[in-house]
């Protein structure tokens, strides 16, 4: 769907609209990450969620469908690459009545986004994917097959992994074994499986770590990797997955 950013600009502002642009490319490779941002950034993205909300309301004007409203916010999110806009579409659209290809639809888009050359436009992408749909287990079968399917580059893999703590450990081994023998993609299968150890809601089976951590060629003298040795060694279960979220 057309986007007419210049009439979204004039109806909330143009001077808003480009702070926030600004405050979305300046801090969308962090996402994720608040303590990576300054105490002015922290307070300019609070602020960003007002923007969104107007930006959103003027786009989805004259949109007759929770198809057109995705595509619409989907298009802005090139422009204006924030997790506070991926996020905010659910304000609007309840994910559970879209139709089973609008989701995938949305994960095709989420994919390619993973893909970019910018991170500015994968790294919120990669958020989205890790606390909204694969930690959640009515999602995660779907959003990872259909994301897979819609990566295009290796910095795209290395993205999706990056993401993948929570992802049950029968989905994401086959794309571990795919990559543990890549001599680019070592760094990224270590950080995956710790990710898979230390997310409050990873899934991963500690003997699967343990039998892949001999095949990497990475620095074992790192202290990424010598934390790894110290939980896996502790005999508290690291098998949680979505048991936590039962309690």
Excluded at 18 to 36: H, V
Excluded at 96 to 118: C, H, N, P, Q, W
Excluded at 148 to 165: F, K, N, P, V, Y
Excluded at 227 to 238: E, G, N, S
Aim: with cysteine.
């Amino acid at each position: 769907m057309i986007v007419d950013r210049e009439l979204i600009a004039r109806a909330v502002g143009p001077d808003r609209y480009e702070r926030a642009r600004r405050i979305a490319w300046a801090t969308a490779a962090r996402s994720g990450n608040a303590l990576s941002l300054s105490a002015s950034e922290r307070e300019d993205h609070r602020g960003l969620y007002d923007i969104v909300e107007d930006v959103l309301g003027a786009a989805f004007v004259g949109a007759d469908s929770s198809a057109a409203m995705m595509s619409t916010a989907c298009s802005l999110y090139e422009d204006f690459p924030s997790y506070t806009i991926l996020s905010q579409i659910f304000f609007t659209i309840e994910y559970e009545t879209l139709s089973d290809d609008e989701k995938r639809e949305f994960y095709r888009f989420l994919g390619t986004m993973l893909s970019a050359a910018a991170i500015e436009l994968a790294r919120p992408a990669g958020y989205m994917l890790w606390v909204d749909h694969f930690e959640d287990e009515s999602r995660v079968d779907d959003a990872w097959h259909t994301v897979c399917a819609a990566i295009t580059s290796d910095d795209g893999w290395r993205r999706l992994l990056e993401a993948s703590g929570p992802v049950p450990e029968r989905l994401k081994l086959p794309v571990l074994e795919r990559f543990i023998a890549v001599p680019s993609f070592q760094d990224a299968v270590f950080n995956a499986l710790a990710a898979a150890v230390f997310d409050v809601y990873g899934q991963i089976d500690r003997a699967t770590v343990e039998a892949m951590l001999p095949r990497l060629q990475i620095d074992r003298s790192a202290p990424a990797y010598t934390d790894l040795l110290v939980r896996l060694a502790d005999p508290a279960p690291i098998e949680l997955g979505w048991s936590l979220k039962e309690d």
